[in-house]
């Protein structure tokens, strides 16, 4: 079963960008969705970006839309996320997600990283 790995959290002042990365232990299938949710302590985790691996697609959650940008690297198995103009609550643990259906609901998405803490100061 295919495994994902975050990295690239941090600490970072408002303003500023950071970029995640989330790696695939294994191949990922063209049929899968990649997505991007996060979660502060007390809260659902919400839903950030999604890309579908065969074509590309893209959608964004109205929070991050023209800040964040969500792209993949096929053949490395692996799914980016880049993140500028970030304001103190974008904080959050930031999870990758894989699923198979277009979709921003956390439900349609089985396999699930660990997590990468992402702090924006003011």
């Known amino acids: 079963q295919v495994q994902l790995a975050e990295s690239g959290g941090g600490s970072v002042q408002a303003g500023g960008s950071l970029s995640l990365s989330c790696s695939a232990s294994?191949?990922?299938?063209?049929?899968?969705?990649m997505a991007w949710f996060r979660q502060t302590p007390g809260k659902e985790r919400e839903f950030v970006a999604l890309?579908?691996?065969?074509?590309?697609?893209?959608l964004y959650a109205d929070s991050v839309k023209d800040r964040f940008a969500i792209s993949k690297d096929n053949p490395g198995n692996t799914v980016f996320l880049q993140m500028n103009r970030l304001k103190p609550e974008d904080t959050a643990v930031y999870y990758c997600?894989?699923?198979?259906?277009?979709?921003?609901?956390?439900?349609?998405?089985?396999?699930w990283g660990q997590g990468t803490q992402v702090t924006v100061a003011s």
């Open positions: 890309i579908r691996w065969h074509s590309g697609s893209v």
């Open positions: 294994g191949r990922i299938y063209s049929s899968s969705v």
């Open positions: 997600a894989r699923g198979s259906r277009y979709s921003s609901d956390r439900t349609d998405y089985f396999t």
